[in-house]
């Protein structure tokens, strides 16, 4: 994927967006391996999402003058060396998180959508269900013409084979 920027969903609560984290602030925590061991949440309970946490650190802090200094040389992920059980790690992305992204509803208008990008100046929008899921990122890129020609011609095709049996 070629967007800049990830949400991030609370996994405890039926995958519910938490917020969104930027390519190089991810790339920046992780090549500075700012991780917590694999059983950082051994005494985690299932059953309150982030916020049971409370201010109780998953992995080390990275100060955002630290994550800055790097401006505007951010590391890509091919700057990154992971090892085998750095897989096993946890990155608490809580303290980086944008926790109010713009989002809009899976049933928007193309229109509405554009208005927001036009609007805001976004460069992104994360699309959710009625639950607040994450079901989608949307860029500026998928509202140019061509684009939502390409999408529109693959949504067509995809309901022609399921009504038609093609599938």
């Known amino acids: 994927c070629s967007h800049g920027t990830f949400p ?6 039926s995958g519910t967006l938490y917020g ?9 925590l992780l090549q500075r391996r700012a991780f917590g061991p694999p059983d950082a949440l051994s005494d985690y309970d299932e059953g309150g999402g982030c916020d049971s ?7 080390p802090l990275v100060q955002w003058d630290t994550i ?9 992920i091919d700057d990154v060396d992971m090892r085998a ?18 989002t809009v509803n899976e049933t928007a208008s193309i229109q509405r959508t554009y208005r927001l990008f036009r609007t805001l100046g976004l ?28 999408s529109l011609m693959r949504g067509r095709n995809a309901h022609m084979n399921t009504t038609y049996g093609f599938d």
Request: one cysteine or more; aromatic letters at 8%; glycine letters at 4%.
């Open 123 to 150: 460069r992104f929008l994360c699309v959710v269900n009625h639950h607040n899921q994450v079901v989608g990122i949307i860029t500026r890129k998928d509202l140019l013409p061509e684009s939502l020609s390409d």
């Open 53 to 59: 946490l409370g201010p109780r650190r998953l992995s």
């Open 85 to 102: 059980g750095d897989r096993n790690c946890w990155l608490d992305l809580r303290p980086y998180a944008n926790t109010a992204p713009y």
């Open 20 to 28: 969104t984290a930027a390519r190089s602030m991810l790339c920046t």
């Open 68 to 76: 800055e200094r790097v401006y505007p040389r951010y590391p890509t």
């Open 8 to 13: 991030i969903v609370d996994t405890a609560s």
